[in-house]
């Protein structure tokens, strides 16, 4: 059975601090995560918060990249969401990892968009 779409979800443990407090950083190491896997980026929004922390996403033509950081533990929850055969995201979810400097990595992919039953598709 064939999914639109495949979903990355990442728990990434024991990163630089520092990296995960620049939003800058975290900001241009997800737009070249998704570059790097082959995607077209669209549209970027991050967020950074008081005390610590930075939040964002990088939607794409396939989907989307996404990123929420606890600088005060090293760890990041990250998602990279991509539909068609073009981007693989697991090439932008290790080019993460590897860019914050993580020790540590457990991952789980989730198909998407797999249907039990044919599906009647609508055309607008």
Request: glycine share 6%; with cysteine; net charge negative.
């Amino acid at each position: 059975m064939k999914a639109l779409g495949r979903h990355i979800l990442a728990e990434i443990y024991d990163c630089d601090p520092f990296v995960l407090n620049d939003r800058d950083l975290i900001e241009d190491i997800l737009v070249k995560a998704a570059l790097e896997a082959g995607a077209e980026v669209r549209e970027v929004a991050f967020h950074k918060f008081s005390p610590q922390g930075v939040s964002g996403v990088v939607v794409i033509s396939e989907s989307h990249l996404t990123v929420h950081t606890w600088p005060e533990l090293g760890y990041a929850a990250v998602d990279v969401f991509t539909c068609g055969d073009k981007v693989n995201p697991w090439d932008a979810c290790n080019y993460i990892a590897e860019k914050f400097q993580a020790k540590h990595m457990t991952a789980s992919e989730v198909k998407r968009g797999v249907f039990e039953k044919p599906v009647k598709v609508v055309n607008f």
